[in-house]
């Protein structure tokens, strides 16, 4: 059922699951072997629009909605989890902030390179001490006539390596605490932007997170993005958006190892008949599919929320929880519905185990996405 879809939504992820079946369905194995970044994909998602999704068409982008979007990540999601989330991590945590706080010169130099696919973009505000409690940054900037000059260390940096554009927090103010943080645009060949690690992680692998080091990066103050003393809020209405693309992130890997159970359930012969005919197999593929959907729906929420403008922390920070835990489930359960092979390498599902867990932990973890959702509904935020 499509709930409601306009024409131009339902288009949207038609191409981006034809796209997926395509050229993702192997490629994202390859992808997951060698950890290599799939600069080749990347640019396809590039021509085909993708990477400038909602961004309006006087900046080149596609100028679709937000549901598109999180329809276009879940998409490319179900075939493969790093490109959705190189894909996320550029179109709602650098382009977003730009689209809605930048200033009119700010939108025109950085947006049409970047919804064009020929500049990919990252966003910066954790650091090694400061992951859940991302007011606790300690990276500086001190003004120096037309210039801000940033020192300090960035961590798990989707993008970070292969971005040219960059969001990046930090302190103008630290005796302010969270109101003295300020939101820069950097252009990452600017000397003193340095890539120091390239994390080795679980899944995800051709997503690369790296650790950055700011040593006398030299910023122009006109790449002040919003006001002096905004970073803060700017991270975290950007993260309201975020928190959607990472949700519907979830609901492809959920519906990956969903149909992969499917599959197998219906030729798996145990006992003289499919493992499909058992209700132990039967109700784990109920579940599965009713978390999936009610994900979905939430996701979609949050999305139409964002698209008009409104406030949506508490409905994106539970499409997230609910969506992310949906998929460790769902991935869980695949992985015990192939039983042995479900732990080899012949069979997807492995990986969507490991993709799965980061949705659990990055644009805020659970436990932060709770504290969100606890404060709106007892009316503490
Ligand atoms: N929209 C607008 N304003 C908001 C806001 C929102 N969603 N959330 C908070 N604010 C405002 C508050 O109104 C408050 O404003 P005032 O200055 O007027 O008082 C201010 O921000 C501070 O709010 P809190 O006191 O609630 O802030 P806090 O320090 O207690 O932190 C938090 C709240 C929700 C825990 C926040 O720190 C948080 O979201 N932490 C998780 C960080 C996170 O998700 N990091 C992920 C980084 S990106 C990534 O993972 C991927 C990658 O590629 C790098």
Request: charged fraction near 25%; proline fraction near 2%; aromatic fraction near 8%.
């Amino acid at each position: 059922m499509d709930l409601d879809l306009t024409e131009q939504q339902r288009a949207a992820r038609d191409t981006a699951r034809r796209f997926a079946r395509e050229k993702l369905a192997s490629s994202g194995v390859e992808t997951d072997r060698t950890h290599r970044f799939p600069t080749e994909i990347v640019a396809d998602l590039g021509r085909l629009g993708m990477l400038g999704i909602f961004i309006p068409e006087r900046y080149s982008g596609a100028g679709l909605d937000h549901v598109s979007y999180a329809l276009t990540v879940e998409e490319i999601a179900v075939e493969c989890a790093a490109t959705a989330t190189i894909l996320s991590a550029h179109s709602s945590l650098a382009e977003w902030p730009l689209l809605g706080a930048g200033t009119e010169r700010q939108k025109e130099s950085f947006l049409p390179a970047m919804a064009r696919g020929e500049k990919l973009g990252c966003f910066a505000l954790t650091e090694p001490q400061a992951g859940s409690d991302a007011a606790a940054l300690k990276t500086r900037a001190l003004r120096d006539g037309d210039y801000y000059v940033l020192n300090g260390t960035k961590n798990f940096i989707t993008n970070g390596p292969q971005a040219s554009v960059a969001i990046v927090f930090a302190a103008t103010d630290v005796a302010q605490g969270h109101r003295g943080l300020s939101a820069f645009v950097v252009d990452t060949s600017t000397p003193g932007w340095q890539v120091t690690r390239i994390e080795e992680k679980m899944g995800i692998h051709g997503a690369h997170s790296a650790q950055l080091s700011f040593v006398d990066l030299r910023v122009p103050r006109e790449n002040l993005l919003g006001e002096e003393g905004q970073g803060f809020k700017i991270a975290m209405q950007t993260l309201d958006g975020g928190r959607i693309g990472i949700a519907a992130q979830a609901v492809g890997i959920g519906r990956a190892a969903l149909e992969a159970s499917l599959k197998y359930a219906g030729e798996r012969q145990a006992f003289g008949a499919p493992i499909a005919k058992y209700q132990a197999i039967q109700w784990k593929l109920a579940d599965m599919s009713v978390e999936i959907d009610a994900a979905r729906l939430l996701v979609l929420r949050a999305a139409r929320l964002k698209e008009a403008g409104e406030r949506c922390t508490m409905q994106s920070s539970m499409a997230k929880l609910f969506a992310s835990e949906a998929a460790m489930r769902a991935a869980l359960e695949a992985v015990q519905i192939h039983g042995g092979y479900g732990y080899t390498r012949e069979f997807k599902v492995e990986r969507y185990f490991r993709d799965a867990k980061i949705t659990e932990l990055y644009e805020g973890t659970s436990e932060i996405q709770r504290l969100v959702i606890a404060s709106n509904v007892l009316g503490t935020r």
